[in-house]
């Protein structure tokens, strides 16, 4: 079983704090951990000005002359501190048993409730900031009437809230962020920062509008949210609750390094990754235009008295008499006694019973929560990455399913595989960052295996071999060799071969449609557009590699500065805007004659083009995606309709691509091929559904079930191509 990428499963994740030290530290992204150090500095001062104004109500309350006990509100405080830490430990080591779609599906729903916990604390804490602090004393008062085991539930009640609410989103924002230090590291620090700033407000050492403070970190806060809900939807799609997972609204990672500086600071503040759907990005626009405006106009109208007395009652550290319950006693007097006034009775004054009972409850419910949870059965071993060692510590497992838990301990990110003795390989991580641990599995059958360690400073690090024997029960994926550049260069050469007649085809289909221009016949130039651009379509697998030219034949106004009227908006979708746009038959002169000249220059130059190896697999894949991104929403339609005539061209593009990589698949995946050209074959039954006798229909025009029908087909052989980029990648420095 291949893993790839790390990420997918925050569960499989352990950092080795003890021997972080300098070297772990300096190798912190600190884009990554940034946001995380927001959220703990904003939710522990949260936290923290509860503890604060709790601890300034009993010391208030206290006889005059005497020194109040505050310890009921520390045995409090330890009890909330225990259940968000149980209920952290459970949820990281309940998902290890769990299936990869349903940690997955556990890891998306939780990712929206966190969301959805954080959006409302914020906007709680803006409404209720005036008579926070009063509201508090009332409950120390009520509780100190009952007896200090009271005051230990009101202490437990009030901080165990803002510490779940804070586990989950410092959990799921650590999820989003991937399998690194960073996240721990950015917490911890944010955490440590606000317990001292607490103990300085308290002590009146220091003073400062956290008013001002929280209204301002809350932008970023929902910037950070919205990153996160569209994390968590695409692990709800990826688990196959939400449809779209192949829907892309972009996907940049052929084109920028997802492991720059620049980019892993923009995904590590806003999560928007280099390739995302179209409903991540939906969700992550709209949840900001609407919870960014609310908070916004929410400001105008309630911000100002809130903030200021959110930064006296924490520049004092003691709550305004004010904003007591004593305001409004008939209402306090009618009012039916709460749930945890009667748990208050209950505790009396007991506090060490209290405390105790809130300390170790939730630590012995989450041991009998991890003993009872079944395991896998996969064996998993403990292997590390040094500077000088690729997999120390790997002992002779056994056959079947295996696990090996891979901790880096090196500074450098690298990418771990487990070769069997052909090369070929059993399993894969292909990215493990420094100070990182994340889980391998592989499906073992009897014979020797090989840890390699491809780190990113240029060194590759062998573990010796081990043997493995036993009764072979190994049912995953067979092993795979990596390709090479000298596997995949036929297929590329075969292309390039099959471009040449397909430019000169289009060359002559283009004079047809200029002829028909100059005889101003606009019905036939209509009609003789179509062939012309499914053409183009089936050169599917090579026009990345045409440059400039390949924009200039098939290129999109996006972008540009005037859009469909910018002077570099030219080719193919240029004549099909003006043929459906009432442009006239001069005006379109010109663009034929310029679109004529570039596939002439194109044709010219096609001997010196050279077509990556690598990019093959990758457009077998591509050439449908990009139809599925583009012309199932109308992206590069300017008035044609010809979106499902556009897809079937690249249905054939794909199978002409297929066709020349089925040795090197087949070698390696005896069933995809066939499983692939069967789906392909459903899918052009379903395309060829659309048409109205012999005539392709604009998409408008076609039955929902008939579109639906496209889109599922689309959507299954999508899935089995994602696997052939995989399958045929070159390793780096091959």
Known sequence: MVVRPVGTSLSSVRFDLPRIGEAYLSAVNWSEAVPNLLIGLREGLEAGLIVTILLAAVRKAAPVGQRASTTPVWLGIAGAVSLSLSAATVLTFATDSLSSRAQELVGGILSVLA??????????????????????????????????????????????????????????????????????????????IAIALCILLYRRAVKFNLGTFFSRTAVLLIVIAAGVLAYGLGDLQDAGLLPGSNWIAWDLTGHIDPGSWWVTLIQG????????????????????????????????????????????????????????????????????????????????????????AFVLTPAILAGIALAVIPRSNATTSAVTVTGSKCADGWSSPGTGSQTFAVTNKSSNAGEIMLLDSSGAIAGEIETLGPATTANLTAS?????????????????????????????????????KPATLAELQPAATAYQAYVRPK???????????????????????????????????????????????????????????????????TGLHRLEYGLWHGQSASTLLGVTTDLHANITKLIGQLPKIT?????????????????????????DDFGSGAMYPETSADVAATRVVLSMLAPQITSRRPQLVKTITSQL??????????????????????????????????????????????????PPNS
Not at 457 to 465: E, I, P, V
Not at 510 to 536: C, F, Y
Not at 709 to 721: I, P
């Open 115 to 192: 969301v959805c916990l954080v959006t409302v604390m914020i906007f709680w804490m803006r409404r209720t900031a005036r008579t926070l602090s009063g509201e508090i004393n009332t409950k120390v008062t009520e509780a100190l009437a009952l007896g200090t085991g009271a005051l230990t539930l009101t202490a437990f009640l009030a901080v165990s809230r803002e510490g779940l609410e804070t586990m989950l989103f410092l959990w799921t924002a650590a999820k989003a962020a991937g399998d690194t230090v960073a996240p721990i590291v950015g917490a911890a620090i944010g955490i440590a």
């Open 269 to 356: 503040v806003t999560e928007l990754a280099p390739r995302m759907t179209v409903l991540q990005v939906v969700a992550w626009v709209v949840y900001l235009a609407i919870v960014l405006t609310t908070f916004v106009l929410a400001g105008r109208t309630a911000t100002t008295p809130a903030a200021k007395a959110v930064a006296q009652s924490a520049d004092s550290a003691v709550p305004d008499e004010s904003d007591t319950a004593d305001d409004e006693p008939a209402a306090v007097a009618a009012a039916p006694v709460p749930l945890s006034q009667r748990f208050g009775r209950l505790a009396g004054d007991r506090p060490l019973a209290t405390g105790a």
């Open 444 to 480: 073992l059958s009897s014979g020797s295996y090989t840890f390699e360690c491809r780190m990113a400073n240029g060194k590759t690090l062998q573990s010796s071999a081990v043997s493995v024997s036993g009764a072979s029960s190994a049912s995953g994926p067979a092993p795979y």
């Open 503 to 569: 430019l000169n085809t289009l060359q002559q289909q283009v004079n047809t449609i200029e002829a028909d221009l100059r005889s101003g016949d606009m019905a036939k130039a209509r009609t003789d557009w179509l062939p012309a651009q499914l053409t183009w379509e089936q050169v599917g697998a090579a026009y990345d590699s045409f440059g400039d030219l390949g924009d200039a034949i098939d290129g999109l106004p996006w972008g540009l500065q005037n859009g469909v009227n910018d002077k570099d908006f």
């Open 611 to 635: 077509i990556d190896p690598t990019d093959m697999p990758i457009r077998a894949h591509e050439i449908l995606e990009d139809a599925q991104r583009d012309k199932m929403v109308g992206t």
């Open 681 to 730: 074959n459903s899918l052009d039954a379903a395309l060829d559904a659309t048409k109205h006798g012999d005539a392709w229909r604009p998409m408008s025009q076609v039955p929902l079930s008939a579109q639906q029908q496209v889109n599922a087909q689309l959507g299954n052989v999508l899935e089995s191509l994602s696997l052939v980029p995989d399958l045929l990648e070159v």
